[in-house]
């Protein structure tokens, strides 16, 4: 079995790319390095320059991944931000500025981009997307983040409200660690 290495502090996403990986001979290693997110307009921008300041630390190959919520009444906010706005107000703090939008103004896209590096060679992105809306309450137990608040196009469920294997099925995170998966099969 061959190590893969997450360059990850979140043991959510951790559990999540194990369950997609767990048919295939790689074995994924949490590696807690961490990275500068820095201020840009995608979240590939972000994902390429935390593999720009690894890859001079770290000489293996590895993932990792960068994920926003993208609200469309508020043009993509958080976005690129999600993880700072998450630390600062949370899903209330979401709920709140969001309590007067009727269940057609709570559109909302869930976006991750998971980077694959390996050395001497250039990263490679892949981009995940799900389309859903915002709920009206924090509801479920499961998942991590905005995942008590997000509800994908078609579903009834929050992401809480899902185990790991359902919640990777629908998921942005999901989508983009399946394309990811396709890419490694006979790479590793």
Not at 65 to 77: M, P
Not at 94 to 119: G, T
């Amino acid at each position: 079995m061959k190590n893969l290495y997450f360059i990850t502090s979140n043991k959510g996403k951790l559990k999540e790319a194990k369950e997609s990986f767990s048919d295939l001979d790689i074995n994924i290693v949490q590696k807690n390095l961490g990275y500068p997110e820095i201020q840009a307009s995608s979240l590939e921008e972000v994902a390429i320059f935390g593999v720009e300041y690894i890859k001079n630390k770290f000489n293996q190959p590895f993932i990792l991944e960068d994920a926003g919520l993208f609200i469309d009444i508020f043009d993509g906010f958080p976005g690129v931000y999600s993880a700072y706005i998450f630390y600062r107000i949370g899903c209330s703090g979401i709920l709140k500025l969001m309590e007067s939008f009727e269940d057609n103004k709570r559109k909302a896209v869930f976006k991750s981009v998971y980077a694959f590096f390996e050395p001497g060679k250039k990263p490679v992105v892949f981009l995940g997307e799900c389309k859903g809306k915002i709920s009206n309450t924090i509801i479920g137990e499961h998942g991590f983040g905005y995942d008590p608040i997000f509800i994908p196009e078609n579903g009834i469920k929050t992401f809480a409200q899902m185990e790991i294997n359902e919640k990777n099925r629908y998921s942005h995170r999901g989508k983009s660690l399946k394309k990811l998966k396709i890419f490694l099969k006979n790479r590793l």
